[in-house]
């Protein structure tokens, strides 16, 4: 079974500060992704950025960086230089890749970030 | 390129009543699966399908059936809706079971409250 663990229900930060979202997981799974969705109020689910087990360096995408730690099993998203509109929860995911049980994401309870002026 | 796609966006159902939420993906994909997120709650996966004809039971498949005729469509649906079954349903599809990053696809998702 896959577990995700975000340990913030939530967090207040100053706009234009850097921001660290944590994740930790469990798997027995050998291969695995890791994701960061952005919820905002509206509702849809937004891709941020992946991180594979396999994958050397750390995953970035513009303003996001994943600080991925494999013997810790942790995943934390990294947001630099926070703008208002980040407000949103924030989903942890990861899915499995080496098949048997249910072939899905799981996620998260997510992390409820409030950017203030 | 639509995306996924689904309807209604919001739907109020008495207990007891039954209804279907559909989800429809036109990028060929063989992969689609129906999430549903409670308040406080991340996504938890109901129901998937590998491809037209294959469906499986995810985390919480209790009161939910689908089924997966065309490649395109995965509806899902509540038998007897209950109050318990009050929710937000997103639909998502991607090419296959190793699909990564950016290729997983949402929908906007539905809310739906049973009164």
């Known amino acids: 079974a896959q577990k995700i663990t975000q340990t913030q229900p939530g967090m207040f930060v100053q706009e234009k500060e850097a921001v660290t979202l944590d994740c930790t997981y469990d798997t027995s799974d050998p291969s695995y992704g890791l994701f960061w969705y952005k919820q905002p109020s509206s509702g849809e689910m937004i891709f941020l950025i992946y991180q594979g087990s396999y994958d050397q360096q750390n995953a970035t995408e513009g303003r996001y960086s994943l600080n991925f730690q494999k013997a810790r099993k942790s995943a934390n998203l990294v947001i630099s230089a926070s703008q208002l509109g980040d407000s949103a929860m924030y989903f942890c995911?990861?899915?499995?890749?080496?098949?048997?049980?249910?072939?899905?994401?799981?996620f998260g309870k997510g992390t409820h970030l409030i950017i203030q002026p | 390129n639509a995306g996924v796609t689904q309807t209604p966006k919001f739907q109020v159902l008495k207990t007891g009543q039954s209804m279907t939420l559909q989800c429809a993906q036109d990028m060929n994909h063989e992969y689609m699966s129906w999430y549903r997120q409670d308040p406080g709650m991340g996504l938890r996966l109901i129901h998937y399908s590998v491809g037209a004809g294959i469906t499986d039971q995810g985390e919480v498949p209790n009161g939910y059936n689908v089924s997966r005729s065309t490649t395109e469509d995965f509806p899902l649906r509540l038998l007897s809706a209950a109050p318990s079954q009050t929710s937000v349903y997103f639909c998502a599809s991607s090419y296959s079971r190793g699909s990564t990053g950016n290729t997983i696809y949402f929908g906007e998702g539905s809310w739906l409250t049973v009164v």
């Open positions: 995911a990861m899915r499995g890749y080496s098949g048997g049980g249910a072939d899905g994401l799981t």
